[in-house]
């Protein structure tokens, strides 16, 4: 029997888009413009724009059928009705609220359950998930396992809860909790997955206290095909049986559709808790829209109903993981530092390594960053210093742990060659990484600084070719 060992697009292409290609000097002058910071780079100067998995997916033709059945009245559509019976299917929640994507089911869910004085647990917060946290007034904290925060170290479960180092604390601390957030697969850490047995055990502990715990469930899809790749008696059950037992260990979920929904916009929070549902609600009104569309229009909902079904199928999975490791193994191969294993939705290159003769200070996960979008028109996003890091008194940088540099995969895009050529570019500023020089923060915002703040070199020259 044939067992092709290609693992291919489970998928063809039936519309194409345009792909912008253009001299370098050309990407020197945007780059210029949007002073280093490619978050202020038109998408038209980027050839692969691997920037965000986040609403860049392609949609599939039930998708685009399932737009056309938007039904946009204003109370109680339709389409309200199919992604509800779709979310409650997959969460098993009680109240499935809409929201139009993950930071607006934040800002809700910590505006009431958040504030000052709290503390928010989680393996490790997302920028927009702690920056909601702190925007409340209440703390952030990160109880990751040790490995998760180690680029070098291999392990099958990077995104874990250190169990006991999180047990200790809540003992001294759990009236400041309110509820627990677990990241899946966590993003910062790498996109790195979380496994069932440390997801029950966390729930174990947060019961004696009788903590809510919510999942931040983005990459909920991806999640849960690699429990069913990597932990021990997973491997018979679909990936729906699985992602359907994550939620249900939990009590409530936040979830940016935008990902795993295969949305290019749209998210919910799904809680199963009368009386926090009945506050969510009353926000969501003020904020979002009336409760059975929460800022989406009927199409969106339609068109996520259908995402979240076909992100579950497993020959998708299959290559989506497969594809995602396919570009990991190659840049491992040639020695490019990287963050180890590969991530689902990400292969994030291990910055601080990368540009091993630059202080982390001196910003070395932009550096890398701006070397790609100039020699190979690639965009991606740092997730390091600039993201998490913050500006002291004396001008200085506050490091944060790591300096990563996300490649992330929009799902359904991009094809083998398109990755063969991010490879490739990649290698070349592998191999000329000596010349690369820091960079400095010369303005900033106060919140989530990453997307507005502006640089400037220190001492070279980027543009130069
Ligand atoms: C994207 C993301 C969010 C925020 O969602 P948006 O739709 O971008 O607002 C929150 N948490 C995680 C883990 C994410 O990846």
Same mark, same amino acid.
């Given at each position: 029997?044939?067992? #092709?060992? =290609? ?30 910071? !490619?978050?202020?780079? #038109? ?7 691997? +920037?965000?998995?986040?609403? =860049? ?20 559509? %339709? &389409? ?12 098993? +929640? ?17 505006? !009431? ?37 180690? #680029? ?14 999180? =047990? ?26 979380? &496994? ?49 037992? +994550?939620?249900? $260990? ?36 003020? =904020? ?44 491992? %191969? ?35 960053? !701006? ?7 690639? %965009? ?6 600039? +993201? ?15 300096? $990563?540099?996300?490649?992330?995969? #929009?799902? %359904? ?49 980027? $543009?130069?070719?």
């Amino acid at each position: 029997m044939f067992q #092709p060992k =290609t693992i291919i697009e489970p998928f063809r292409v039936k519309v194409v888009e345009p792909l912008p290609q253009h001299p370098r000097s050309v990407r020197a002058e945007a780059l210029k413009d949007a002073r280093f910071n !490619i978050f202020a780079v #038109p998408a038209e100067k980027v050839t692969i724009d691997l +920037m965000t998995d986040s609403g =860049t997916s392609a949609m599939s033709q039930e998708q685009w059928a399932a737009v056309m059945r938007g039904d946009e009245s204003y109370a109680g559509a %339709r &389409s309200f009705f199919s992604f509800k019976k779709t979310v409650q299917d997959l969460t098993g +929640m009680g109240h499935i609220i809409p929201v139009h994507q993950g930071r607006a089911a934040e800002k809700i869910l910590f505006s !009431i359950m958040g504030g000052e004085g709290k503390v928010i647990p989680a393996n490790t917060h997302f920028d927009t998930t702690r920056a909601n946290v702190e925007f409340s007034g209440a703390e952030a904290l990160d109880f990751v396992i040790e490995e998760g925060l180690d #680029p070098s170290i291999e392990h099958p479960f990077k995104g874990n809860v250190d169990i006991q180092k999180l =047990t200790a604390w809540l003992e001294k601390n759990h009236e400041r909790v309110p509820l627990m957030v677990l990241t899946v697969t966590n993003n910062s850490g790498g996109g790195q997955p979380v &496994s069932l047995e440390n997801i029950r055990q966390t729930r174990e502990v947060l019961q004696r206290w009788d903590i809510p715990l919510f999942l931040d469930s983005a990459r909920f899809a991806e999640n849960a095909w690699f429990i069913k790749m990597r932990e021990e008696g997973q491997a018979g059950r679909t990936p729906r049986e699985i992602a359907q037992e +994550m939620f249900r $260990l939990c009590d409530g979920a936040m979830m940016s559709a935008k990902k795993d929904g295969f949305g290019n916009i749209g998210g919910f929070l799904a809680i199963n808790h009368d009386e926090i549902a009945g506050e969510c609600r009353n926000l969501l009104i003020l =904020t979002e829209g009336f409760p059975t569309y929460g800022g989406l229009a009927g199409r969106d909902l339609e068109a996520l109903a259908v995402g979240l079904e076909e992100v579950l199928d497993e020959h998708y999975l299959d290559y989506r993981i497969s594809s995602t490791a396919y570009v990991w193994h190659h840049l491992d %191969r040639l020695g490019v530092p990287l963050l180890r294993p590969a991530g689902g939705h990400a292969v994030y290159l291990d910055g601080r390594a990368f540009l091993s003769h630059l202080d982390p200070a001196e910003l070395p996960g932009q550096a890398v960053s !701006i070397a790609l979008f100039l020699e190979g028109g690639i %965009r991606v996003c740092e997730i390091g210093t600039v +993201m998490f890091g913050s500006t002291r008194e004396d001008g200085l940088q506050n490091a944060s742990p790591m300096d $990563l540099v996300r490649l992330a995969i #929009p799902r %359904r895009v991009y094809t083998q060659s398109h990755m063969d050529y991010v490879v490739e570019a990649v290698a070349y500023v592998f191999d000329k990484r000596k010349e690369l020089g820091g960079l400095r923060i010369v303005e900033e915002s106060s919140a989530l600084r990453h997307f507005t703040c502006a640089f400037e070199p220190i001492g070279w020259d980027p $543009l130069k070719a």
